[in-house]
């Protein structure tokens, strides 16, 4: 039973400490195996304990030494592990060993019972049979006269009961003979009573027994087995043994044993069970006196205990396994040993009580395994088993340990080493930083006196070789910038400025800028701004502008035929999707050449809500659509990595750094805005950023509210058969003031001529139209000619190249619009065209500037009386009235307010008083006054009932350095205009205050 | 009537010769564009004007470059104002020289500063009797009756 519960406990602690091993073990043996198996997951596994093993470092990276704490710590956890598995598998080892010694103990304690049990059942049968014969013989000797027995009887009846005495060699009865009867008995019975013999004597021989010395009484042994015939006429009162044996089985009445003694004549040891024969029935409460008196003779049974005790033995089966010993314990201090070997101690001994019916007689049976208790296999391996295991869980916990302090240390010396990388990196940003800037000055003088150069008298040669020089120089500057850039944007330097700007003017500049190009290679440019941005942002122009010209710059790069496609939106628009040019088909494209899908260019950004800033800010996305060679797919994720270009060919072919559009990602982000890109190589590639930038107004403003009054109301029709290039048509002329109508073809055109009530004053045809069929379109011609409008519209083609002049069937062809359109190129082109309509205009853009200009008080600033002179006049010119000043100081005292200037030009260098300082004064007294308005210190009347006095200042500089425009808006000033002032400039600069 | 269109013949050519030569830019174009009915002799105004600081400017360089410490700060301040008149008439050549001078007076260059003087001196002599013939040339069409013809 118990060993069944050992074992399942030892299996239950072997499974728990199994488990606990395995889940620790797969970490150790995962890692060495994994090791072996590839360094992807290993990379991995390292990963995931670095995280775990930084993040025990974080928590404790403040305590220095603390690591060194926890190491100790878990080296003493470690030791007491091993010391507590110990003691688990030596207390194993001893439960085991206890359980085996008590069951062996058990056996040999339930052996040894029985055979105690047989010993003394078979003891108690022989007995009873001896007293029964003691019946016998009260009965037929004592009771008849004369005897029924004789010693032949006897004999032979005894002879025949042996069976039933298994344990008696042989019995003997010795009448009691009274002294005064002695001489009557011997003559009787023929013979002498004679004296014990001496025991141990070698020989037995009867003849030479003495008579029995004379005694008060005697018992002579009358009958006798065969077996011990020899002891017949021996008196027992002669034996000392016999002698007390006798009296004591007189006075008691029942049977008693000796102590063991040697066997008259066999010399064995035996043991002899006398019992007392009476004349008569005797009370069991009778007194020893009665007993004495009663005493007839005494009946004896001879037990001869070794081959008793052997021949029990034998009946039972294991008899090998164990020793016995029968002791006679009457006299504790010294038993008497009678039956069984002395034999080497084997260890355990079980000791049984023998009742042999004899009260003062105490025997027992004492058992003994005949071999020493078996090694404990079963204790010895299990404890070892865990011992074993318990090392082996020390182990992986030590190696585990190990591990962890191990890639700690590395972690360590990793983030140190990060660290030195990024203060490496930071240091490199900050050395190009200054030595971008370091270059950009000393460049600016080479560019400058090249410059010069070229208006010295040259050659052709050297022409060329100056025009050479500034190329390059100027590429090496917008590098440098760029590389400034990059290293700006790197050491967290750069910052954006927040002024207000036009978005669409400056669309309209980057396309001038790429017009050129776009021209040369016949590529469509447009760009196109929703209704809904507003005219004026707040946000960083310069910054904004780098980001469409690189985008641009990287389009056209890479784009030989189609077009490229710019489109601003507000963010909230394009998510809603309901719109012209979401909803068109791959097909319905600008040039009609397939794109790549713009939706997926923005599909990884935010969504709206999380860039949610200010209630006035806005969100605009801005896509750059090219129908160019597009990306490869797996230069695809590394193109915002600076210095990444797709191949290292493309740097050869198409020159760049490849830090564009690295630098565009960070100004981007820079907005609170991101970029993405969607590209299919040989389809195209659509850039889309969004920025945020704050409305000025707070409210959305209608571009058209801008409208040229030259222009208004005519009705301008377009004829295109693409409607999303009609609508970007569309935009550009709407701000114009113009009603705008599509029509898809000629035959459609002809037909709203025909039975159009309204006047037709513009008709724009795509060249593509056009070109479809001449003959059609000179008809087309034709009929426009000989309309029966009082005025035929006028006809443009709008075109992507630079063409010759056409000729089509004997008519010429009608003037041509070349793209990209823009607002202020096409308003010239329509004035040119249709200066019949207007004779006021010399040039175009003079409406414009009277416009704005007429009728405003201007101040001019300038050391110089000259240019004070023709600044005046070009002022002037343009209906303005003009004061004059020709220093800061008078400056700042003419424009401090009250006063009713609506702005002032500032020259920056003047004697005594430069410009930046001059506005800064000025400023600085406005700022003063606007406070004081705004307590109440001074009275709104006196002050023209303006709150905020805030005089448009801009400054007059030849130095067009982008530098010195940032310092002129540092010291406060609005913007600048070259000297001499150039119309289209000075218009953009001044139309921000006056509109 | 033919001896007018002669002369306007013969100021185009003499208006775009000083174009090409460098004496002009487009910036007297421009200033010629700003003479209109409401102000007639802007031009004229102008450059007589320019005249007249041109000769104190060069008086004052002079002077400055004689004294035994040059200033080149004030003579800088002069050559900047010199350069600053002479864009705004369109006076190139003598713009680009005003330039040089300037780029001495930084390096505090005393010879090169001497030589661009003499430069400017020369430079400015040369504009003005260009200036003056144009002028004569304008002066004997309008006598003539014919209108001053626009040269872009």
């Known amino acids: 039973m118990s060993f069944i519960h050992l074992i399942g406990f030892v299996l239950k602690v072997g499974h728990f400490i199994l488990m606990l091993c395995c889940s620790m073990s797969c970490l150790i043996t995962s890692v060495e195996m994994k090791l072996n198996q590839s360094g992807k997951l290993w990379v991995k596994f390292v990963e995931i304990f670095t ?419 500034q190329a390059s120089g100027k590429a090496l500057v917008s590098l440098i910038n760029a590389v400034l850039d990059q290293a700006k944007i790197e050491s967290g330097k750069l910052e954006l400025e927040a002024v207000h700007f036009e978005l669409r003017a400056i669309l309209d500049d980057v396309l001038s800028l790429f017009s050129g190009k776009s021209q040369e290679k016949g590529i469509e440019l447009a760009a196109y701004v929703s209704d809904k941005v507003p005219e004026t942002l707040i946000g960083d122009p310069g910054r904004f502008r780098q980001i469409i010209t690189n985008l641009m710059g990287n389009s056209i790069k890479f784009t030989e035929k189609g077009h490229i496609f710019v489109t601003v939106h507000l963010q909230e628009e394009v998510m809603d999707t309901i719109d012209v040019e979401s909803e068109s088909s791959s097909k319905d494209t600008l040039s009609g050449l397939p794109v790549a899908d713009r939706n997926r260019s923005w599909e990884v950004f935010r969504p709206m809500g999380q860039n949610a800033g200010p209630s006035e800010s806005i969100t605009l996305i801005i896509s750059v659509e090219d129908t160019g060679v597009g990306i490869p797919l797996d230069a695809q994720n590394r193109i915002f990595t600076p210095f990444m270009q797709v191949g290292p060919s493309i740097s050869r072919i198409h020159g760049g750094t490849g830090i564009g559009l690295s630098i565009s990602k960070c100004l981007v982000n820079l907005m609170n805005g991101e970029i993405g890109f969607s590209s299919v190589p040989n389809i195209g590639s659509t850039f889309t950023f969004t920025a945020v930038f704050l409305n000025p107004n707070g409210q959305q403003v209608n571009g058209q509210s801008k409208s040229n009054s030259q222009f208004c109301n005519m009705l301008a029709v377009i004829v295109d058969q693409r409607p999303i290039r009609a609508e970007v048509s569309r935009y550009h002329i709407q701000p114009l003031g113009m009603h705008v109508k599509i029509v898809p073809s000629l035959t459609g055109m002809r037909s709203l001529l025909t039975k159009g009530s309204q006047t037709v004053h513009v008709v724009l045809v795509e060249e593509d139209i056009w070109d479809q069929d001449l003959s059609k379109s000179s008809a087309f011609v034709y009929k426009l000619r000989n309309l029966d ?207 | 009537m033919s001896s007018v269109l002669q002369l306007q013949r013969q100021f185009i050519d003499y208006t775009t010769s000083l174009h090409n030569e460098g004496y002009l830019d487009n910036q007297f174009t421009e200033l010629q564009k700003l003479q209109d009915e409401s102000n007639p002799d802007f031009v004229t105004e102008v450059v007589s004007m320019y005249f007249e600081d041109s000769d104190k400017l060069l008086n004052n360089l002079t002077t400055a470059l004689q004294q035994r410490n040059v200033d080149y700060k004030q003579v800088d301040a002069h050559a900047h104002q010199f350069k600053g008149s002479s864009s705004s008439i369109g006076a190139k050549r003598v713009t680009n020289v005003c330039a040089h001078f300037k780029g001495f007076c930084e390096a505090k260059n005393l010879d090169g500063c001497l030589r661009c003087l003499q430069q400017v001196k020369q430079e400015y002599i040369f504009f003005r009797n260009k200036l003056e013939a144009l002028f004569r040339l304008e002066q004997q069409i309008l006598q003539a009756g014919g209108s001053v013809p626009m040269v872009e």
């Open chain 1, 789 to 995: 409008h009082q005025v035929p519209p006028k006809l443009f083609l709008l075109t992507n190249s630079i063409g010759g002049p056409r000729q089509c069937n004997g008519f010429s062809s009608p003037p041509v619009i070349t793209k990209p359109l823009r607002v202020n190129m096409l308003a010239g082109s329509l004035q040119r065209a249709m200066g019949g309509y207007k004779d006021n205009a010399r040039n175009g853009e003079i409406p414009n500037l009277s416009k704005l200009l007429i009728g405003r008080k201007i101040l001019v600033v300038d050391d110089n009386n000259v240019n004070l002179r023709v600044a005046a006049g070009a002022l002037k010119k343009y209906g303005a009235e003009v004061t004059c000043a020709d220093s800061g100081k008078k400056a700042i005292s003419l424009l401090e307010p009250p006063h009713a200037f609506d702005a002032c030009f500032m020259d920056i260098q003047m004697p005594e008083m430069d410009g930046f300082q001059a506005t800064k004064m000025i400023r600085k007294t406005e700022h003063t006054i606007n406070n004081r308005i705004q307590n109440g210190d001074l009275l709104l009347q006196d002050y023209a009932y303006i709150s905020k006095w805030h005089v448009p200042i801009l400054a007059m500089t030849a130095d067009v350095i982008q530098a010195t425009h940032e310092q002129c808006l540092r010291s406060g000033m609005d913007g600048y205009v070259s000297k001499p002032f150039e119309a289209n400039q000075l218009y953009q600069e001044v139309s921000r205050f006056f509109l």
């Open chain 1, 51 to 469: 995280k775990y093993s930084s993040m025990i470092n974080v928590h404790n990276y403040q305590h220095i030494g603390s690591r060194k704490l926890r190491k100790t710590w878990l080296k003493k956890l470690l030791i007491l592990w091993i010391a507590f598995g110990t003691i688990v598998c030596l207390w194993i080892f001893w439960y085991l060993r206890s359980q085996a010694l008590e069951k062996r103990k058990e056996t040999l304690g339930n052996m040894c019972d029985e055979r105690a049990r047989m010993l003394q059942d078979q003891f108690n049968v022989s007995m009873n049979h001896v007293q029964a014969m003691s019946i016998l013989i009260s009965t037929f000797h004592h009771g008849k006269n004369p005897s029924a027995i004789d010693q032949e009887t006897f004999a032979k009846y005894t002879e025949r009961t042996a069976f039933e005495r298994p344990l008696t060699s042989g019995v003997a009865y010795a009448v009691r003979v009274l002294h005064s009867e002695r001489e009557q008995f011997e003559k009787q019975q023929g013979w002498t009573i004679k004296k014990m013999p001496l025991i141990k004597k070698d020989k037995y021989n009867p003849e030479e027994l003495e008579p029995s010395p004379i005694q008060p009484e005697y018992a002579p042994v009358i009958f006798a087995q065969e077996t011990v015939a020899h002891v017949i006429s021996l008196d027992m009162f002669t034996g000392k043994e016999d002698r007390e044996n006798v009296l004591r089985a007189r006075a008691l009445g029942k049977g008693v044993l000796t102590a063991p003694l040697d066997l008259v004549k066999s010399n064995r040891l035996g043991v002899i069970l006398t019992f007392a024969v009476y004349n008569r029935d005797l009370p069991s409460n009778a007194t020893q006196g009665e007993r004495i008196k009663a005493t007839d003779g005494y009946l004896g049974g001879v037990y001869d205990i070794r081959s008793l005790v052997e021949k029990l033995l034998q009946q039972l089966a294991s008899k090998q396994t164990i020793y016995v010993n029968v002791y006679d314990t009457t006299n504790i201090s010294n038993p008497i040993s009678m039956y069984g070997t002395n034999v080497p101690d084997t260890g355990l001994e079980h000791v049984s009580p023998l009742n042999f019916g004899d009260p003062s007689r105490k025997h027992e049976m004492r058992c003994r395994f005949t071999q020493v208790p078996p090694w404990q296999i079963l204790a010895i391996s299990t404890s070892f088993g865990i011992f074993v295991i318990t090392m082996l869980v020390g182990h992986i916990f030590h190696a585990t340990v190990n591990r962890i302090a191990k890639v700690e240390d590395d972690y360590h010396e990793m983030s140190v080493l990060k660290k030195h990388a990024e203060d490496a990196d930071l240091a490199k940003s900050q050395f190009l930083a200054t030595v971008s800037h370091e270059i950009r000055t000393p460049m600016n003088g080479v560019l400058g006196m090249l410059d010069m150069l070229m208006d010295t008298v040259l050659d052709v040669t050297q022409q060329d070789y100056v025009r050479t020089a």
